[in-house]
């Protein structure tokens, strides 16, 4: 679990740990704009480890609905998306 503000390099290094701790995939430091969605390298029990892990990791609430294939497609938009959940208040 991640406290206080995050600085851009961190929330990228951070949402990039997750990923590949889920998918065993490393060459995604390198490829933030990969499309892990339609090559396969995030399926649908990915996508279940992925809300689970960016709940924990960030102590953000995500609902299954947030998760939408925008805001998954690929490294930087799941990094963009954290960073929203993160900018938003928490009811």
Request: negative net charge; hydrophobic residues 45%.
């Amino acid at each position: 679990m991640i406290h206080g503000p995050l600085s851009d390099e961190e929330l990228h290094a951070a949402v990039l740990d997750l990923l590949i701790s889920i998918t065993g995939v490393d060459e995604l430091r390198t490829a933030p704009d990969l499309k892990i969605r339609e090559t396969g390298i995030l399926d649908s029990l990915g996508i279940v480890s992925l809300i689970l892990g960016l709940s924990e990791r960030f102590s953000v609430e995500v609902a299954p609905t947030e998760i939408e294939e925008e805001n998954v497609a690929t490294p930087r938009a799941i990094e963009e998306f954290v960073r929203r959940k993160l900018a938003s208040p928490t009811p």
